[in-house]
């Protein structure tokens, strides 16, 4: 695998990731209907304190999901940049922000899939789909990363052997 395909396959994800944050935040502000299924799962945890403001109350005016908007708005911009410049520092600066933010990331999604499991008892496929998403977002990021230290360090060793 390369650099560049990681980078496309992240870039796909942050698309679905977008998709699906967009439908749940329409969903929130009534301008879509929430389609669940026959578990209803969706409905219970849409109405529980973390489908606002991740369950935070200073952040409890915004749905949760919206912040899934802007999360995955900025790792597809940096997805972007990435493909449209052959600056290295940008690629390096921009891959290390793609691997923080998908952490965090992953870090607040593990804390609302608990929500679901052990507060809510409710599950909601998109928010599981997002979950999902984000984790092998932070997988194809963390393996980015793994080959820009593994190419850093290689290029170390052959200016090393030039001088």
């Given at each position: 695998?390369?650099?560049?395909?990681?980078?496309?396959?992240?870039?796909?994800?942050?698309?679905?990731?977008?998709?699906?944050?967009?439908y749940?935040?329409?969903?929130h502000?009534?301008l879509?209907?929430?389609k669940?299924?026959?578990?209803?799962?969706?409905?219970e945890?849409?109405?529980?304190?973390?489908?606002m403001?991740?369950?935070i109350?200073f952040?409890?005016n915004?749905?949760?999901?919206a912040?899934?908007?802007l999360m995955?708005?900025?790792l597809a911009?940096?997805a972007?940049?990435?493909?449209?410049?052959?600056n290295?520092?940008?690629?390096?600066?921009?891959?290390?922000?793609?691997?923080?933010?998908?952490?965090?990331?992953?870090?607040?999604?593990g804390?609302l899939?608990?929500?679901?499991?052990?507060?809510?008892?409710?599950?909601?496929?998109y928010?599981?789909v997002?979950?999902?998403?984000?984790?092998?977002h932070?997988?194809?990021a963390?393996?980015?990363r793994?080959m820009?230290?593994?190419?850093?360090?290689s290029?170390?060793?052959?200016?090393?052997?030039?001088?």
């Amino acid at each position: 695998m390369t650099r560049a395909l990681a980078n496309r396959i992240m870039f796909i994800l942050s698309l679905a990731g977008f998709c699906d944050s967009l439908y749940l935040t329409m969903a929130h502000a009534q301008l879509v209907e929430l389609k669940c299924g026959p578990s209803h799962g969706c409905e219970e945890v849409a109405h529980s304190a973390a489908a606002m403001g991740m369950g935070i109350p200073f952040l409890s005016n915004i749905p949760t999901a919206a912040f899934g908007i802007l999360m995955y708005l900025a790792l597809a911009a940096g997805a972007f940049l990435r493909a449209a410049t052959d600056n290295e520092v940008i690629h390096d600066r921009v891959s290390k922000f793609q691997w923080a933010i998908s952490l965090v990331s992953v870090l607040a999604s593990g804390y609302l899939t608990y929500l679901e499991a052990y507060v809510i008892h409710a599950w909601c496929r998109y928010c599981v789909v997002s979950a999902i998403i984000i984790l092998i977002h932070f997988i194809f990021a963390s393996i980015d990363r793994s080959m820009a230290r593994k190419s850093n360090i290689s290029a170390s060793i052959v200016e090393g052997e030039i001088s």
